[in-house]
């Protein structure tokens, strides 16, 4: 990996016996790369130019994750595990929904990849954090789920035409389920496709226990 000193907003990369471009519109907010360091990257874009392939690649791109896990993770790779979806805000947080495939699903087994494995990606990602999400059909548990690491008390579907539902959280744990400038909030309704409202967990309680005095 090298940089042009007369074109330092990208970064030239090795591709086997080819260069490949990482474009500052590619590159993950923060990260700095170093002329000779190994970094791992998704190709985004092959295209035959003048000079021959011109070859753009990506570090912010979803499938960068789903690419990693595949490379660590045996079970993306037989079938029993499937990645669903991916909602990803590079160099911060990504969440990304598994769910074993329909044959696993009837052995009662769950293969969703573990500790180790998920740090062995981390590695590659700096300090971008991944949660894992696990799919159910139950809109309840599924939305409940992908408000990790924070732990909803219960949730409320409003509507599944409409794809609305409010979680509750207890208090001291509101601002981890919103995120930072509503980060976590925003990439659970991107993962599950749901429009989430997020409520005290006790504010909620109370209110219940006014309407029924």
Request: proline letters at 5%; hydrophobic letters at 40%; glycine letters at 8%.
């Amino acid at each position: 990996m090298q940089q042009d000193v007369k074109d330092t907003s990208n970064v030239h990369v090795a591709v086997g016996d080819v260069e490949a471009l990482l474009p500052r519109r590619e590159q993950v907010p923060g990260e700095r790369y170093r002329h000779g360091e190994r970094i791992r990257v998704y190709v985004v874009n092959v295209a035959r130019g003048l000079k021959g392939p011109e070859i753009v690649v990506s570090r912010s791109h979803p499938e960068l994750v789903r690419r990693l896990f595949e490379r660590e993770v045996p079970e993306l790779v037989s079938g029993a595990v499937s990645i669903m979806a991916i909602a990803r805000e590079a160099g911060a947080r990504t969440k990304m929904r598994c769910a074993p495939t329909p044959r696993r699903q009837s052995e009662g087994r769950s293969d969703r990849p573990g500790g180790a494995r998920v740090r062995a990606v981390m590695e590659n990602l700096g300090p971008e954090k991944i949660d894992i999400v696990d799919w159910s059909a139950d809109p309840a548990k599924f939305v409940a789920a992908a408000l990790s690491p924070a732990v909803a008390t219960g949730v409320q579907v409003i509507s599944e035409k409409n794809q609305t539902a409010i979680a509750f959280i207890h208090d001291d744990q509101l601002s981890l389920a919103i995120g930072k400038e509503g980060q976590n909030a925003r990439l659970a309704a991107k993962l599950t496709g749901w429009k989430i409202g997020i409520e005290s967990a006790e504010a909620h309680a109370k209110k219940m226990a006014e309407a029924q005095a």
